[in-house]
């Protein structure tokens, strides 16, 4: 069965803290990718990473960071000096390699809410 | 280029009318998708399509219906609105390919059924 669990439903931080936000998933297929989604308070969603399973190497982009670990199905996202702009539901997803669908399964998101 | 549009952005309907959420890309992709999120939730497959004439059914199918007559245009369909189908409905798109390709979503349609 392919799933997507985060379990943090809320994080408050205040600004300027380091923040790591959780996803683990399960799935059987041995290619797949993994993404991030930012869904502020507007309501679209917005494209953040995509990682494939063969690539494990750590990615940085300016305050953010993920950290993908195959040996504990992980995924996590980490915020650096949090910001305000920041506060949103962030999607963790799970996209299996093949087939006609390519569909993306999300976890329930963890809403994270940054104090000024 | 506009991405992926919806229309409209909200809407009230009562129990048992009907209506069409529209859903447009002008990315010429083949895949479109429709999802749901419910309050608290992420989001749920609906229907998709891999291509014009081509639709298939998603993890929530009941109470929807799709057509993909065009490459740009997905419309959903609820025949007989019911509450539990209160959501906000997202379309999306992504070209053919390999799967790492990233979906494009639309702005999303906030249903509510009383």
């Known amino acids: 069965a392919q799933k997507v669990t985060q379990a943090q439903t809320e994080i408050s931080v205040v600004e300027k803290e380091d923040v790591t936000l959780d996803c683990v998933y399960e799935?059987?297929?041995?290619?797949?990718?993994l993404f991030w989604y930012k869904q502020p308070p507007s309501g679209e969603l917005v494209f953040l990473i995509r990682r494939n399973s063969f690539d494990e190497q750590n990615e940085i982009s300016g305050r953010y960071s993920w950290n993908f670990q195959k040996s504990t199905s992980s995924f996590n996202f980490t915020i650096t000096a949090s910001q305000v702009v920041d506060s949103a539901v962030y999607f963790c997803?799970?996209?299996?390699?093949?087939?006609?669908?390519?569909?993306?399964?999300f976890g329930t998101g963890t809403l994270l809410a940054v104090q000024p | 280029n506009a991405g992926v549009t919806q229309t409209p952005k909200f809407r009230i309907l009562k129990i048992g009318q009907s209506m069409t959420l529209q859903c447009a890309q002008d990315?010429?992709?083949?895949?479109m998708y429709w999802y749901r999120q419910d309050p608290g939730m992420g989001l749920k497959l609906i229907y998709y399509s891999v291509g014009a004439g081509i639709t298939d059914k998603g993890e929530v199918p009941n109470g929807y219906n799709v057509s993909r007559s065009t490459t740009e245009d997905f419309p959903l369909r609820l025949e007989l609105a019911a509450p539990s189908q209160t959501s906000v409905y997202f379309c999306?798109?992504?070209?053919?390919?390999?799967?790492?390709?990233?979906?494009?979503f639309g702005p999303g349609t906030r249903l509510t059924v009383l």
């Open positions: 999306a798109s992504r070209p053919t390919g390999q799967g790492d390709n990233e979906q494009f």
């Open positions: 990315m010429n992709h083949n895949y």
């Open positions: 997803a799970l996209l299996n390699y093949g087939g006609a669908t390519n569909k993306l399964i």
């Open positions: 799935t059987r297929d041995t290619t797949y990718y």
